[in-house]
Each structure stands twice: as structure tokens, then as C-alpha cells.
């Protein structure tokens, strides 16, 4: 029995094959979300151009951090800088008042003093 096989689907099949065997190991390589963001952010080259950069920064952060959970270090991050910066405003007026306070009082200290005597 002879089987007629088409040259071009079977170099076609070959390419595939190819591909699927470069796929596997850049996937091996890189990780699962790697991989997704990837795929997210050629979508998003090809199809919404504006989104390509928000996807660079998501897997920088991926890549940088091993995971998503870089997002959750940002928002802790963001929710501690919103409760913290007024506690360190009003530190800083405290200690700025007290500084002068400070000043002040040495101030009025050095003029009472004559050569060394207090009077």
C-alpha cells in the first residue's frame, strides 16, 4: 500500500513540529507566568498597542519577583505610605517645634550668661 503524501504539508508539519518543540523548551525555561505574559503581551502588541507597556512593566515585575506577588507588595506598600506619611508629618512638626524650643531656650541660656557666670 502507497501513501501520496503532499511535500509541502509534510515540510509544513515539520515547521510545526519545530516550533512546538522551541515552545516547550522556552516554556521549560522561563515558567508558566512568563510564558502567559508572553503570549498576553504579543496579543496585546498585535492587537491594543497602548496595553504593550502596562504588560512590560507587569513582567518585569514577574520576572523580578518570581510571581505576581509583587502586586500584593505594592499595594501593601501603597496602603502603609497612605496611613504613614501623615504620621511622619506630624513627627516632623513635633520634633521641628521641639528643635526650636531647643534653640530658643539655649538662646536665652547664652545671654544670661556674663563671662562665663550665670546670673
Not at 516554556?27 to 503570549?39: D, H, P, R, S
Request: aromatic share 18%; glycine share 6%; hydrophobic share 60%.
Amino acid at each position: 500500500m502507497v501513501i501520496f503524501v503532499s511535500i509541502k504539508k509534510l515540510i509544513q508539519t515539520f515547521w510545526w513540529l519545530i516550533a512546538v518543540i522551541a515552545l516547550y523548551i522556552f516554556y521549560q525555561t522561563i515558567g508558566l507566568n512568563m510564558f502567559f505574559l508572553l503570549v498576553i503581551g504579543l496579543l496585546a502588541l498585535k492587537f491594543v498597542p497602548v496595553l504593550f507597556l502596562p504588560v512590560l512593566l507587569i513582567t518585569l515585575g514577574v520576572h523580578f519577583s518570581g510571581g505576581f506577588s509583587f502586586i500584593a507588595d505594592f499595594l501593601e506598600a501603597g496602603i502603609v505610605m497612605i496611613i504613614g506619611v501623615p504620621f511622619v508629618f506630624i513627627t516632623w512638626m513635633f520634633i521641628d517645634e521641639q528643635i526650636k524650643a531647643f534653640k530658643e531656650a539655649k538662646k536665652l541660656k547664652t545671654r544670661e550668661t556674663v563671662y562665663g557666670k550665670r546670673k
